[in-house]
């Protein structure tokens, strides 16, 4: 069993910048891709970016530019936000593809002046 554990969310204004990590435990060895979503309330959960063990990454649009995912050799998933927009409010869920499909348990994440 794989385990994921967020961190770094919080309230930032916009144009503001946060950092997240997510943190693997249990079976890392078996993790293969990793990322990062996002839902708002009442919407389907979306992409964001992710990122393969040999580091190949993929970014929704509307991000690029202004995230940037980034993996440690062992067990940390990072997720870099930059230029942060209001519309990029939501819970913020990290992603791992191990045997099956493992999901932390989300960080709130809110642009707001």
């Known amino acids: 069993q794989v385990q994921l554990v967020e961190s770094g969310g919080g309230l930032v204004q916009p144009g503001g910048s946060l950092r997240l990590s997510c943190t693997a435990s249990?079976?890392?060895?078996?993790?293969?891709?990793m990322g990062w979503y996002r839902q708002v309330s009442g919407k389907e959960r979306e992409l964001v970016a992710s990122?393969?063990?040999?580091?190949?990454t993929n970014y929704a649009d509307s991000v690029k530019g202004r995230f940037t995912i980034s993996r440690d050799n062992a067990n940390t998933v990072y997720l870099q936000m930059n230029s942060l927009k209001p519309e990029d409010t939501a819970v913020y869920y990290c992603?791992?593809?191990?045997?099956?499909?493992?999901w932390g348990q989300g960080t709130l994440v809110t642009v707001s002046s």
């Open positions: 990122i393969s063990t040999s580091g190949t």
């Open positions: 249990g079976r890392i060895f078996s993790i293969n891709d």
């Open positions: 992603n791992a593809h191990t045997t099956g499909e493992v």
